[in-house]
């Protein structure tokens, strides 16, 4: 290639038969002083162009003339000026094919001189400039670069002429081959000019397609003093996830397409985070959550023990030094579906602005700390959370709630372990006596049924020995029951309660649910009579060993059946019969020797529940059924 940049056609005529002409003058006496002129203006004019500012102004002068500048491109080709490049500017020049293709460039109007004083050191991207390769003034014809399934660049260095008369030379990167997957980066310098008045012209490098990674493009701009019509448009190959802005910013759009990345990374992170979250939730629609088993998993328990302080003196078994930690490491497994972990931090956002009332006996209240513990543990600014009345003991007076500043919700707990109403009528003697009014709602009613979420219960104190004689305790209207059954009982108060969420609760506004009936697990007697669960640290294991289905979760079944609400059911019976191992027995006080804690006059806790534990999963499934209920109010919307 040197050898056709050398020997290029000058005039349409070989530099052989140009030289030939030019000897012969030398052979006729007539000429030989047109012969003595010219060497002498060769002389004078070469001594001027030595010793005249160029691009290069360190090359030595002998260098300037009759050598030639090399520049290495991206491809290892090489682009060569001379002297003579400065004679014959007028030069016919071919240009070659581009894919296939010639290129045509416009061409100005006017003559256009040029200069420029100064040209930067040029690399491409990717490769580091060596320290002593500087530009030269290049003017020659255009040579294609061969594109062969990948993408080339262009190199366009404009030059300076003082004598720059008439066409503007035009330069094109010289062919390059391209192995493999390495693309050469497309780098173009432009100009300064004075009287910039018309037109530049246009050069639009075809484009090819390309199997493989796309190549590096950089356009560096220099600024024009008369910048007064239309820019020149410059059309390269697509720039790749590496290229250097159009402005010369090459790092500021690094960055931005970096951060263009992340920002898709994190938009697809979000889009299968949520069809995850999705398909979970569908798997959850037919999945019966009460069918399953206990599995140890060692992430759990859901928040630290012994670090919610709201938690019961009589439920903190860890505080209240029991040895073992099983218990704490198990999770209700159901075997249709998995049942996700309770996230803290979403459940508060379903909670936003709402208010979620617990109303039940101390089972539910059982539940209700464990669910204001996990929710808490995940609060940054834990005062934040507070009880409205700043109380931090829960068990004397009829209603408590929590309030979640940052998310505007409330988690209350009322009390009402009968959900019908506790009375009291005059004896035969003048004195009172106590009664339950069957045909009456819980007096704290008006209070929690402007709620949003609603768990309620009822069972535990239905196995006390009043209810269970049911000999003068039953109340309907004014009339006492001398002796009622106390499945009837537990019945006509059921129906109560359902014909009050009749009456008093929108679904559309207000999730009710309804908790099961949480087993005992007392052994040689009740609570009151030497029943005992302390040596109890593993769950049950064998079916057999379970309880029969408590004749009172039937009846209720069936009031659900006669009801106008829809009202969630979470039977927790069975699943909570296995964790015989769960319950605080004799660790109900701290600080207590092994001889106290086993005292005879100390009764046992096999009904309540330690914390962390058994209701954690409850609260895991209460998290379920939220998950639930938000899809199909969204399909609802969509429908």
């Known amino acids: 290639m040197a050898e056709t940049a050398k020997y290029a056609p000058i005039n349409g005529a070989t530099l052989y038969t140009d030289m030939k002409v030019h000897l012969s003058v030398v052979k006729t006496k007539r000429t030989v002083a047109f012969a003595y002129g010219f060497v002498f203006v060769f002389i004078v004019v070469t001594t001027f162009l030595a010793f005249s500012p160029s691009p290069n102004p360190s090359s030595p002068w002998f260098t300037n003339i009759f050598s030639l500048s090399k520049q290495e491109g991206n491809g290892g080709g090489t682009y060569r000026s001379s002297v003579f490049s400065n004679f014959f500017t007028k030069s016919s020049h071919h240009v070659g094919d581009v894919s296939g293709g010639d290129v045509v460039v416009p061409r100005s109007s006017k003559k256009n001189k040029i200069e420029q004083p100064h040209l930067d050191k040029v690399s491409p991207i990717g490769q580091k400039a060596q320290n002593n ?138 889009f299968f985070e949520k069809k995850r979250d999705e398909d979970l939730v569908k798997s959850l629609l037919n999945c019966d959550f009460f069918d399953g088993n206990w599995v140890t998993d060692e992430s759990y328990p859901l928040y630290k023990p012994g670090s919610c302080s709201l938690i019961d003196e009589q439920f903190n078994c860890f505080l209240n030094d029991r040895p073992d930690s099983g218990y704490l490491k198990m999770k209700w497994k159901p075997k249709a579906c998995s049942l996700p972990r309770l996230n803290a931090t979403h459940m508060l956002e379903l909670l936003r602005g709402k208010r979620l009332a617990f109303v039940g006996d101390s089972l ?136 009050w969420v009749d009456a008093h609760i929108n679904p559309r506004k207000t999730f009710a649910l309804f908790r099961g009936y949480s087993p005992t697990h007392f052994s040689g007697g009740q609570w009151n009579s030497g029943g005992a669960c302390d040596s109890e640290t593993e769950p049950i294991k064998n079916d057999t060993y379970l309880t029969p289905y408590p004749s009172k979760m039937t009846v209720l079944e069936s009031v659900f059946k006669g009801m106008k609400t829809q009202v969630s059911y979470l039977n927790i019976t069975r699943m909570t019969d296995y964790r015989k191992d769960g319950h605080p027995s004799i660790y109900r006080k701290p600080n207590l020797t092994d001889k106290e804690r086993r005292s005879q006059w100390r009764y046992q806790d096999c009904s309540h529940w330690c914390l962390p534990g058994v209701p954690d999963a409850w609260n895991e499934l209460l998290y379920a059924e939220l998950l639930v209920r938000q899809h199909q109010k969204q399909q609802e919307k969509m429908s």
């Open 364 to 499: 539910n209240r059982n539940m209700w700390e464990s669910l204001i513990c996990i929710l808490k543990n995940s609060v940054k600014d834990q005062k934040k959370v507070y009880e409205e009345f700043g109380r931090h003991h829960f068990r004397t007076e009829a209603s408590y709630s929590f309030i979640f500043e940052e998310y505007k919700c409330r988690v209350e707990f009322f009390v009402s372990p009968f959900l019908v109403q506790q009375w009291e009528v005059s004896d035969k003697k003048g004195g009172k006596k106590e009664t339950l009014r069957l045909d009456l709602i819980g007096e704290s009613a008006d209070k929690y049924k402007g709620a949003d979420i609603i768990v309620f219960n009822t069972g535990h104190w239905w196995t006390h020995e009043k209810t269970s004689l049911g000999k003068g305790y039953y109340q309907e209207g004014s009339h006492v029951h001398d002796e009622l059954n106390v499945l009837e009982a537990f019945r006509r108060a059921l129906t109560t309660w359902g014909r």
């Open 133 to 270: 390769d500087k530009v030269g003034v290049l003017e020659k014809p255009l040579n294609s670069s061969v594109l062969s399934n990948q993408e080339s660049s262009v190199l366009k260095n404009d030059t300076q002429s003082r004598d720059f008369d008439d066409k503007v030379g035009i330069l094109k990167a010289n062919e390059s081959s391209i192995e493999g997957t390495k693309f050469a980066a497309a780098t173009v310098n432009q100009t300064q000019s004075k009287d910039f008045d018309k037109k530049v012209g246009i050069l639009k490098a075809n484009e090819s397609s390309i199997e493989g990674p796309r190549s590096a493009a950089s356009v560096n701009q220099s600024q024009s003093k008369n910048f007064n019509d239309k820019v020149g448009i410059l059309k390269g190959p697509k720039y790749s996830s590496e290229e250097k802005s159009a402005n010369g910013k090459g790092e500021k759009g690094v960055v931005e397409k970096e951060a263009s990345s992340l920002v898709n990374e994190e938009i697809n992170g979000k």
